[in-house]
Antibody, heavy 122, light 107 residues
Framework: EVQLVESGGGLVQPGGSLRLSCAAS????????MNWVRQAPGKGLEWLSF????????YYADSVKGRFVISRDNANNSLYLQMSSLRAEDTAVYYC???????????????WGQGTLVTVSS | DIQMTQSPSSVSASVGDRVTITCRAS??????LAWYQQKPGKAPKLLIY???SLQSGVPSRFSGSGSGTDFTLTISSLQPEDFATYYC?????????FGQGTKVEIK
């Protein structure tokens, strides 16, 4: 069974930093590209970042470019999101999501974790 | 960036009704469009990918169609467990973008 479990969320002050982790199991993690997607309270879904299976290709949404860094550790089946210069508008539930396999082309997330809440407030 | 616009924003329907949700893209793109269902406090669930392919385990009352800029999700006979918010998402290019969501409510 595919499982994605996020951790690392919490309350942080504006300007602060936080590192989210996502532990993957039930599939060959090193084969799949991964994403981070967030959802502000009462709002829709916002894609944040993508990392390819090897880590060689990385993309960010403009809203987090230069502040967030995605990375992965295939040996430990883990995905990370290092967040810095956090703002109130970064308050959201953060999901890690596996990208559906599709040879050589973009696809869509097919499995999602349960999410971890990040609250940016003084 | 490709903007995705869903309509309606909300719909009230009864069990057994046929429900159709539309997603329009700001420009023409390949047919890799996905539909998700999200219930309160839960992660999104993939229903449809590549515009019309049913994700494994998803009931056949869900179907998708469309190409170019206009896509549709249809629920042929609404069930109690289908009351949720639905999102479309394009995978033509980065940034991946979602529609704003359509809430399906009980009439």
């Amino acid at each position: 069974e595919v499982q994605l479990v996020e951790s690392g969320g919490g309350l942080v002050q504006p300007g602060g930093s936080l590192r989210l982790s996502c532990a993957a199991s039930g599939f060959t993690f090193s084969t799949y590209s991964m994403n981070w997607v967030r959802q502000a309270p009462g709002k829709g879904l916002e894609w944040l970042s993508f990392i390819s299976s090897s880590g060689s290709a990385i993309y960010y949404a403009d809203s987090v470019k230069g502040r967030f860094v995605i990375s992965r550790d295939n040996a430990n089946n883990s995905l990370y999101l290092q967040m810095s210069s956090l703002r109130a508008e970064d308050t959201a539930v953060y999901y890690c999501a596996r990208m559906k396999l599709r040879s050589g082309e973009l696809s869509s997330p097919d499995y999602w974790g349960q999410g971890t809440l990040v609250t940016v407030s003084s | 960036d490709i903007q995705m616009t869903q309509s309606p924003s909300s719909v009230s329907a009864s069990v057994g009704d046929r429900v159709t949700i539309t997603c329009r893209a700001s420009r023409d793109f390949s047919s890799w469009l996905a539909w998700y269902q999200q219930k309160p406090g839960k992660a999104p669930k993939l229903l449809i990918y590549a515009a019309s392919s049913l994700q494994s385990g998803v009931p056949s009352r869900f179907s998708g169609s469309g190409s170019g800029t206009d896509f549709t999700l249809t629920i042929s006979s609404l069930q109690p467990e289908d009351f949720a918010t639905y999102y479309c998402q394009q995978a033509d290019s980065f940034p991946l973008t979602f529609g704003q969501g359509t809430k399906v409510e009980i009439k």
